[in-house]
């Protein structure tokens, strides 16, 4: 069972770690906070205090200084990374609308403030107004146990976009987390040309009235329709491929037993990514006993009216991995 201790002990080690990240950024002058840092601490402080803080930036309300406010409540907080005297005053200088001012500096605050007394009069400001996350925490730890786990479940969730907004860049300008770790490279093929493809084909007894080039664009096509999709895609795409039946010189795979083989959660979105490429193609069937099929075949636009029964034959003929070429695109075989 997770205990009050576990939920506290985890809150506070998150939000000390922002805390200190915050504080580096402010040694190089870096006191400006992201809209996202004050959406985080809106809904810690909503849970915290059992307010409906609305981000007051986002929603353009004249409210210059602050940029959380809760108007049935009257209270608005501002939110910052500068914990100096001057944003202090700064803050009430500008801020009007709301009778009860609280200023959030997300570093450690000083041990002592010079506020302006005829500026903080109209909201009884007062150094205790003035939190840093060590206040935030102390009301934290008072909370029942269903709003520390509310809390947590926040923390846990945000926590990871909260540190890359705060990250440093390098001295060129780099980030330590780039969304190119996120993104799948597009694949580089293996190809250097279709003589050995064009020869096995040219030379069979059956009529082949596609030139050299025809096929070498059908290839291309082939390749770069590949290209376009994601590799767990054409891991899929090879699958099917290789399970399906022939029917005359095209190939079909039965829906419900595809169904039954494949458990990938999300089939249905790879069907649907093969069939914009034209790779796919639900077939209804003919009558309400039989079972629907996907035509799978190989680039609608081709030359040959039968590529994809061309394709499989010399992949066969040639023990070529079907795999290695759908998949890794190494067309290198077909030279």
Not at 144 to 156: G, T
Not at 168 to 189: A, C, V
Not at 197 to 219: A, C, M, Q, R
């Amino acid at each position: 069972m997770i205990t009050r201790g576990y939920f506290i002990g985890q809150i506070i080690d998150e939000l000390t770690s922002i805390t200190d990240k915050i504080k580096n950024r402010a040694k190089l002058g870096l006191t400006d906070i992201h809209i996202h840092l004050e959406d985080f601490y809106k809904d810690i402080l909503n849970i915290t205090l059992d307010l409906n803080l609305i981000n007051l930036n986002q929603e353009r309300m004249n409210s210059p200084g602050l940029d959380l406010g809760d108007e049935a409540k009257e209270i608005a907080f501002q939110i910052t990374g500068d914990k100096s005297s001057a944003k202090v005053n700064e803050t009430l200088r500008k801020a009007s609308s709301y009778k009860k001012i609280r200023i959030l500096t997300l570093q450690n605050k000083q041990s002592s403030y010079s506020i302006d007394a005829e500026l903080s009069k109209p909201f009884e400001f007062t150094e205790d107004d003035i939190w840093d996350v060590n206040d935030v925490l102390n009301k934290v730890m008072h909370l029942e146990l269903d709003k520390l786990q509310k809390l947590s479940e926040l923390i846990s969730k945000e926590v990871a976009r909260v540190t890359i907004e705060l990250e440093i860049p390098d001295e060129n300008g780099k980030y330590q987390t780039n969304i190119d770790k996120f993104i799948e490279k597009i694949p580089k093929e293996r190809f250097n040309g279709i003589s050995a493809y064009y020869h096995f084909h040219s030379t069979k007894s059956e009529p082949f009235d596609l030139t050299e080039e025809d096929v070498l664009n059908d290839i291309m096509l082939l390749i770069k329709t590949l290209k376009k999709l994601p590799r767990i895609t054409r891991q899929f795409f090879s699958v099917i491929y290789s399970r399906g039946e022939w029917k005359d010189t095209e190939k079909y795979i039965n829906q419900d037993y595809l169904e039954r083989i494949c458990t990938f959660p999300d089939m249905e979105g790879e069907l649907r990514l093969l069939d914009e490429a034209g790779l796919c193609l639900w077939q209804e069937p003919d009558d309400q006993v039989q079972s629907a099929t996907f035509q799978i075949r190989l680039p609608r636009q081709a030359k040959s009216d039968y590529f994809s029964y061309e394709f499989s034959e010399f992949i066969n003929v040639k023990e070529i991995n079907l795999e290695n070429v759908l998949v890794t695109l190494d067309f290198s075989g077909f030279e």
